[in-house]
């Protein structure tokens, strides 16, 4: 399973869906391993920029940030990506994905 989050610092998942400019993506098999950071090109005054965010995690399964609007959650659908709301510390916001997601799968 490939994770993506949005970051400002690499350490946080800590930014609206809209305002990544970066996304780390992690891989996750039987333990959890770094992939890259991607960085997102957005315009400083436009709003609704989630589907740039989105195009760049097209090989992602998941994508988790802060918050995310409508349009984006279509779109990510539409892309077969499963957004996900959440914040904090990286690790722990991808170890509570993963646990949540191999409890749902036990």
Do not use: T, W
């Amino acid at each position: 399973m490939r994770l993506a989050v949005v970051s400002s610092d690499g350490k946080n998942v800590d930014l609206h869906l809209g305002k990544g400019k970066s996304v780390y993506v992690y891989d996750y098999a039987d333990e959890l391993k770094f992939v890259e950071r991607r960085d997102v090109e957005l315009s400083e005054d436009a709003k609704h920029q989630g589907g740039k965010v989105i195009k760049a995690c097209h090989d992602c399964d998941v994508l988790i940030s802060v918050q995310f609007g409508f349009k984006s959650k279509i779109k990510a659908d539409d892309a077969g990506i499963r957004l996900v709301m959440d914040e904090g510390p990286v690790d722990e916001v991808l170890q509570r994905y993963i646990d949540h997601y191999n409890f749902m799968n036990s």
